[in-house]
């Protein structure tokens, strides 16, 4: 939706497969996975340009950072000329 700040997002798995997200907390990730008895949980967050998503499942972690297209085409466009001016043709005076 327009104008909304995203947000921090945590989705659990539980062992039955079925899907919990909550948004915006302040608690570890292995700290809400073990409470709401998730076999996994990836906690996805943006900052300026960049999305990060961590996941978690029992003892192993996963670390995933990716660059927003926003940020993307900024970076590839910084430096380019997006238009060029040429000059106004003369007409010839009869």
């Known amino acids: 939706m327009a104008g909304l700040q995203p947000s921090e997002m945590t989705i659990f798995i539980g062992p039955e497969g079925g899907i919990q997200m909550i948004s915006g907390t302040e608690w570890s990730l292995e700290s809400l996975a073990w409470a709401r008895g998730a076999q996994m949980a990836y906690r996805v967050s943006q900052q300026n340009h960049t999305v990060t ?6 003892s192993r972690t996963c670390l995933f950072r990716a660059e927003t ?3 993307t085409a900024r970076q590839l466009l ?9 000059p106004k043709a003369l007409s010839a005076a009869a």
């Open 78 to 86: 910084s430096n380019q000329a997006l238009y060029s001016a040429a």
């Open 69 to 71: 297209s926003n940020g």
């Open 53 to 58: 998503v961590v996941g978690r499942a029992g």
